[in-house]
């Protein structure tokens, strides 16, 4: 994963070594290079703001100083490194959410059609199966949505509570809850993936919410939405806690979790890296970072 934005950083690093050998680094020789990066940045999805960001980093690391050639490598690992590092967050303790949450804890998955959503439900009931979980089937909406719930119910061993088709998926979070609560257990709630042009559907999503008053609500994009997810990161905004990307282990690009990143200005909390139950990982910002940089 994230080879192409590895390239467009290497590529960035040869040109300004090619340039250093030649002669000092001044902003004619700079800025076609700094513009070359940013295009390559934005063609990873990186977002518009943090492209900049990192292209001011490097002009202020780069001009005028006297880079020698050997360094030019580092000199850009470092700027990136800057940038992103403050940029990323990965302070989100999911664990210790759960541990203060009123009982039972309650977790909301909300987010775009296709983005990820039942099987991170299905990843996060099997990673806390230990503390007891049950599912609750919120999507009532798409066709084949609550048999797909079931069918990791039974491969996993974990209730679902589900209604029928069509009814009110805040009725079906009350019951997960109420479930939850009798056993002891966490509700993992699956939700509709809806757009911010389905209207109905994100009116029903804000009063799920405001009936169950989850505890934790994760955002759940997928790497490969690129750009889109800044469009995703708008429609919920104010509805989520932290992030979750997937389907990492496809995405050659990276800059979903740096776009949502920058522009939600919330936590990461997990990245899917596959379609097995176990392909689910905490995000870390210097393990990120290091693999574009590597
Ligand atoms: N490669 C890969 N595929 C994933 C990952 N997470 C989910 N998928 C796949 O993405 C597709 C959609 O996943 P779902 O969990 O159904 O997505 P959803 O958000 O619930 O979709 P809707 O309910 O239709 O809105 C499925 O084929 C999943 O197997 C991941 O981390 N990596
Ligand atoms: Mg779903």
């Known amino acids: 994963m994230l080879e192409k934005f590895k390239d467009s950083v290497k590529d960035f690093s040869s040109s300004v070594k090619s ?19 940013r295009l390559q940045l934005l063609q ?22 006297e880079v020698t050639r050997g360094k030019v490598q580092e000199t850009v690992d470092e700027a990136v490194e800057e940038v992103l590092l403050e940029l ?4 989100f303790d999911f664990e210790q959410r759960l541990d203060e949450a009123e009982d039972p804890p309650t977790v909301f998955f909300i987010g775009f ?13 099997r990673k806390l199966k230990d503390r007891g979980v049950v599912m609750g089937a919120g999507d ?12 990791h119910g039974e491969n996993l061993d974990v209730k679902v509570i589900s209604h029928e088709y069509e009814s009110d998926p805040a009725a079906v979070g009350y019951d997960t ?11 993992l709630v699956d939700t509709a993936g809806r757009s911010h042009a389905d209207q109905n559907l994100m009116n029903e999503l804000d009063k799920m919410i ?28 104010g509805m989520f806690d932290a992030v979750i990307v997937t389907k990492m282990d496809v995405d050659e690009n990276g800059g979903a ?10 936590p990461v909390a997990f990245l899917g890296t596959g379609q097995d139950y176990d392909d689910i990982r905490e995000f870390d910002k210097e393990e990120f970072i290091e693999s574009i940089l590597e």
């Open 88 to 91: 990323l967050d990965d302070s």
């Open 210 to 237: 405001r009936v169950n008053e989850p505890d934790v609500t994760f955002l759940v994009v997928d790497a490969l939405a690129g750009n889109d997810v800044l469009e995703q990161a708008e429609a919920y905004e």
């Open 177 to 187: 809850v109420e479930h939850a609560e009798n056993e002891g257990k966490v509700a």
């Open 44 to 65: 990873n999805n990186v977002s518009l703001e943090a492209a900049e960001a990192i292209e001011e980093e490097l002009r202020e690391k780069l001009l005028g100083q």
């Open 140 to 151: 009532t909406f798409r066709a084949a949505s609550i048999e797909q719930l079931e069918e």
């Open 113 to 125: 059609n296709g983005s990820g959503k039942t099987t991170t439900v299905a990843k996060m009931a």
């Open 257 to 266: 979790i740096i776009s949502i990143s920058e522009r939600s200005g919330k």
């Open 19 to 37: 340039k250093v050998a030649e002669k000092e680094l001044d902003e004619d020789t700079l800025n076609p290079l700094l513009e070359d990066l």
